[in-house]
């Protein structure tokens, strides 16, 4: 049987990496799977409630870095990781997203080397998105992770043109589909049972539904202040949750 290690370190890792164990799980033989989580999110709200409520089991291994500068994070999960790959020595480590644990753990697997020089095989899900902006962390966390994986995982076909414009070879790249949708198609009646829109007086009605989160978008006061202008304004037409 062989191993494999899904790496999850943040809140948007966890409906990625959901549907990817779901389907070990329930459909293959072949294959273990291991659920290694970084704790570059541990909050419970941002980490143990997704858990439980895409049912996941409790991780194998709790690497528990915490926060931190994005180096001083990067190296505690380089750090971590090495030591969980040197004890399973997985046959294949998946990675998913662009957050800092996945550039970490890609860069300590595609250094791995066991007995025998053996190496796992390294797969990125969701890769070849691109912004064009290297300002932003995850742009490059995904260049990075794209250039040391074997196998690249897309979810549109997009990502299929970026990574071949780069020069990735055709043989590397699987287009697979996007597997928040498969967490979303499972976790839909679950989620209508909550009640959350009822309990707001929001069902049946319409409203606008806000996320900020972006360090370019909330940590500068100027263009914070202006999207929040932007938002009172369609606050004046429709409720906003944001």
């Known amino acids: 049987m062989r191993r ?5 370190g943040a809140r948007p890792n966890y409906m990625k990496i959901a549907p990817i164990y779901w389907a ?5 033989t072949a294959l273990s799977a291991d659920l290694i989580h970084t704790g570059q999110h541990y909050d419970g709200d941002m980490s143990a409630s997704f858990f439980r409520d895409l049912d996941l089991p409790e991780p194998s291994v709790d690497l528990g870095v915490g926060s931190g500068s994005h180096a001083a994070q990067t190296a505690k999960v380089m750090v971590g990781f ?3 790959l040197n004890e399973r020595r997985p046959d294949v480590v998946i990675v998913v997203g662009d957050v800092n644990s996945t550039a970490a753990c890609a860069l300590v697997a595609a250094k791995a080397l066991f007995d025998g020089g053996r190496r796992p095989v390294l797969a990125h899900v969701e890769a070849g998105l691109r912004s064009r902006d290297r300002t932003m962390p995850e742009e490059v966390n ?3 992770t794209d250039a040391l994986s074997d196998l690249l995982f897309t979810t ?5 043109e970026n990574l071949r414009a780069e020069g990735t070879a055709p043989e590397r790249i699987r287009f697979v589909g996007n597997p928040m949708i498969d967490s979303l198609r499972r976790c839909l009646p679950a989620a209508r049972r909550v009640g959350f829109l009822e309990r707001l007086g929001l069902a049946g009605a319409r409203f606008g539904l806000c996320t900020l ?5 909330v940590d500068v006061p100027g263009v ?14 429709l409720p906003v949750l944001l």
């Open 4 to 8: 494999v290690l899904l790496v999850a």
């Open 82 to 84: 090495e030591e969980v």
């Open 156 to 160: 549109c076909r997009d990502a299929d």
């Open 224 to 237: 914070l202040e202006s999207l929040l202008d932007t938002l009172a304004e369609v606050a004046a037409d």
């Open 24 to 28: 070990i799980r329930e459909s293959s």
């Open 213 to 217: 989160h972006r360090p370019s978008n």
């Open 142 to 144: 995904r260049m990075v």
